[in-house]
């Protein structure tokens, strides 16, 4: 059996600087960059990677990226008022805020400049 070093997971955008902006600034995640990929922290030594695909890149339809808090409600107020929109999805039963909540953990999506899903998920 191989052995595997620390696996990760990765996905693609079409514009890496864009969509950097976006997760420091407005999302406040830790990035870095190497020969053109990025990583972002997930905490533990642990990182997703973003890879350019430019015209190329077709957004992913499901959640690539989860991020936990403890208070999903305050962080999609937090976020709208950074000029995140949040995704309302036909037969979901969200809230006026796109929280989804009572079917398991509470939740909302939205979209990052490249059109990947993201949650805002308890923890």
């Known amino acids: 059996m191989p052995d595997f070093h620390r696996p990760f997971s990765g996905f693609s955008v079409d514009n890496t600087e864009r969509v950097r902006s976006f997760y420091t600034e407005v999302l406040g995640l830790t990035v870095t960059e190497g020969n053109g990929i990025l990583h972002i922290d997930l905490g533990d030594d642990h990182s997703v990677i973003v890879y350019p695909k430019g015209d190329a890149h077709v957004p992913a339809t499901f959640t690539v990226l989860n991020l936990p808090t403890d208070d999903v409600s305050a962080a999609v107020?937090?976020?709208?008022?950074?000029?995140?929109?949040?995704?309302?999805?036909?037969?979901?039963?969200?809230?006026?805020?796109?929280?989804?909540?009572?079917?398991?953990?509470?939740?909302?999506?939205?979209?990052?400049?490249?059109?990947?899903?993201?949650?805002v998920i308890a923890s």
Not at 81 to 92: A, I, T
Not at 95 to 102: P, R, S
């Open 77 to 119: 107020r937090d976020l709208a008022d950074r000029g995140v929109e949040f995704e309302r999805y036909d037969g979901m039963p969200q809230d006026e805020e796109g929280v989804m909540k009572g079917h398991g953990p509470d939740i909302a999506w939205f979209k990052d400049p490249a059109g990947n899903v993201f949650s």
